[in-house]
C-alpha cells in the first residue's frame, strides 16, 4: 500500500508508541495528523481496531496538534497534560485498512487547550474524541 499524500515516517518516537510502528505523521499548519496501516498489533482477537488504540492515537495527535499551535502563536510549552479525554466510537477498521486522524484546535487559552478528532478510514469516521490539555 502506498502512504496518503505528506505522511512520512513519524517523527517523534517513544516506548509507548513503539508497538504502533511503523506510524506516520502529516504536518500542515494546523494540525499533525497521524496514520498507521492496521496491524494485529493495533487490534482485538477478532481483527477489529481495538478502542485502546483509537483512543491513545487521538490522544496523541491532538496533543501534537495543541503542541504545533502554541509554536505558532510563539508561545513556550514546559508541559502538556491531558486533563480530559472523551472517545465516541463510531464505525470500525480492520486489520490492513489505512486509519488517520483529523484534529482541530478548538481554543487555545491561556492554562487550557481544547482539541477535537476524528479517525477516518477511505470508508468511515472510525472515532471522534475531543481532549482537554493543561498547558505548562
Not at 504536518?27 to 495528523?33: A, C, K, L, N
Amino acid at each position: 500500500m502506498s502512504l496518503p499524500e505528506g505522511y512520512k515516517p513519524h517523527f517523534r518516537k517513544s516506548a509507548f508508541t513503539d508497538p504502533w510502528e511503523p506510524l506516520y505523521s502529516r504536518m500542515t499548519p494546523d494540525q499533525i495528523s497521524l496514520g498507521a496501516v492496521l496491524r494485529e498489533a493495533h487490534c482485538n482477537s477478532r481483527g477489529i481496531i481495538h478502542g485502546g488504540f483509537i483512543s491513545s492515537i487521538a490522544d496523541n495527535a491532538m496533543g501534537l496538534t495543541c503542541a504545533q499551535m502554541m509554536k505558532a502563536e510563539g508561545r513556550e510549552m514546559k508541559s502538556l497534560i491531558t486533563v480530559n479525554l472523551s472517545v465516541d466510537f463510531t464505525g470500525m477498521a480492520k486489520v490492513g485498512e489505512w486509519i488517520a486522524t483529523q484534529s482541530e484546535m478548538v481554543k487555545l487559552g491561556g492554562s487550557l487547550g481544547f482539541v477535537q478528532c476524528q479517525l477516518v478510514t477511505e470508508k468511515a469516521i472510525v472515532a471522534r474524541a475531543n481532549a482537554t490539555f493543561k498547558l505548562g
